[in-house]
């Protein structure tokens, strides 16, 4: 008996043969491993995904570890795509992880080579980059899932599913749309996007560590107020990051159930 035979004994049982073996031969690859992105890759490889590149420029700071799944004590200061290949790993020692600590960008997008993936995640941060993934990704022949904001949130009960032009309250979105309509360009298709309606307010003071290396301080991120002119730090919690990089992981699971029933 093989190990994956033990490892996805209760997944096989709910899905089948057919659907498994679909699963282990499709290639993802995820952008941004960080709040959203890390909680999706590990569903992903626990869910039987055996192809999976992780893409993250980031070390993990000790303001990290409130939200992402590879954060620790233990970890701050190493890159995050090596953190979670090595865990990743140790759930399916088989699976093939690739582990590229990189930005994406309009400048390097043709060294991801999005046309080999089945599926591409966006879990990014930068408006721009983001941007750029949304209108390159949606070309391809493999789907694309996206991550909207996920800060500022804490009613597990409002996160959503949408296509990208429906997705509703949410600044980060409002903010690539509007990006596009200026620049008058527009994904080639149809892009499912993980999303909550819910904006509550900072009640504390603070954003990152306190000190120079700091740099959730020195990016735009997904934390930020896509209103503002100057990007905001803002709070996060565990569970919401987590459910939209399940969502995102689940999005995926279901369209290759899709695909083993022809």
């Known amino acids: 008996m093989g190990i994956e035979t033990g490892i996805f004994n209760r997944t096989k049982l709910l899905v089948g043969d057919e659907m498994m073996d679909l699963i282990s031969r499709q290639k993802v690859i995820v952008f941004g491993v960080g709040g959203v992105g890390s909680w999706c890759a590990e569903s992903l490889v626990r869910s039987g995904i055996k192809h999976l590149t992780i893409v993250d420029s980031d070390c993990v700071c000790i303001t990290n570890i409130n939200r992402q799944l590879l954060a620790t004590t233990k970890t701050i200061g190493k890159p995050k795509v090596e953190v979670l290949k090595e865990r990743l790993l140790e759930i399916n020692p088989t699976a093939e992880i690739t582990a590229l600590q990189k930005i994406y960008s309009p400048e390097n997008y043709t060294e991801f080579h999005l046309e080999e993936y089945d599926y591409i995640v966006d879990a990014i941060d930068s408006l721009s980059n983001k941007a750029h993934l949304l209108l390159e990704g ?94 905001q730090i803002n709070g996060t919690m565990a569970h919401i990051t987590a459910i939209f990089g399940f969502t995102l992981a689940g999005l995926i699971c279901q369209d290759i159930q899709k695909k083993s029933k022809g």
């Not at 307010?201 to 209103?227: H, L, M, P, R, Y």
Request: charged letters at 30%.
């Open 138 to 231: 949606s070309k391809q022949k493999g789907k694309l899932f996206s991550s909207m904001g996920a800060a500022l949130k804490m009613d597990p009960t409002a996160i959503k599913v949408a296509e990208f032009w429906n997705v509703r309250g949410c600044p980060l979105g409002s903010a690539l749309r509007k990006k596009m309509k200026r620049e008058k360009t527009f994904p080639k298709h149809k892009i499912q996007c993980v999303y909550s309606e819910e904006l509550l307010e900072n009640q504390g003071e603070g954003g990152n560590c306190g000190t120079d290396q700091c740099v959730c301080s020195k990016k735009e991120t997904n934390n930020a107020d896509w209103n503002s002119k100057k990007a």
